[in-house]
């Protein structure tokens, strides 16, 4: 254990954290996401007692977000609901992404297809304990500067 860092942040998952460069992404996924398959032998981080609202603070605590990007965070949108349509768990998360966000930024809704693309390409997944179904985050890393 280390003094101020959030206890969801296992030791597998910091080491991934510090390993990202610039514009990786990591995909934070609910309990049933394809992320074995989705990841096709990319780390698969397991944090299965956590929420969504829970590991998305955890991981922004210590991991930048990207501010040189439109949408440095998007989220899997439902499934034949319309456009804007958020659950209360994205909205939940969205509100917590916000105050991290700079000048014209937003978190991007992804349709579901979309989402598992962009998943293919991420660093690695953290597979969580949420329920919610399309309860799925994408954020991509930033730079620490002086």
Request: aromatic share 6%; hydrophobic share 50%.
């Amino acid at each position: 254990m280390l003094k101020g860092i959030n206890t969801l942040l296992t030791p597998d998952l910091l080491k991934i954290m510090m390993e990202m460069g610039h514009d990786d992404a990591l995909v934070l996924a609910d309990a049933n996401f394809t992320a074995m398959r989705i990841a096709a032998g990319k780390p698969v981080i397991r944090l299965p007692g956590s929420s969504m609202l829970q590991t998305v603070c955890a991981v922004t605590s210590l991991l930048p977000l990207a501010t040189d990007v439109a949408h440095p965070a998007g989220f899997m949108a439902v499934s034949g609901e319309a456009p804007d349509y958020r659950s209360a768990m994205q909205r939940e998360v969205i509100e917590a992404l916000t105050p991290q966000l700079v000048a014209d930024q937003s978190v991007e809704p992804i349709e579901r297809f979309a989402f598992y693309e962009r998943a293919r390409s991420a660093y690695a997944i953290v597979l969580t304990g949420e329920m919610q179904p399309f309860g799925n985050f994408i954020l991509r890393k930033g730079v620490i500067g002086e």
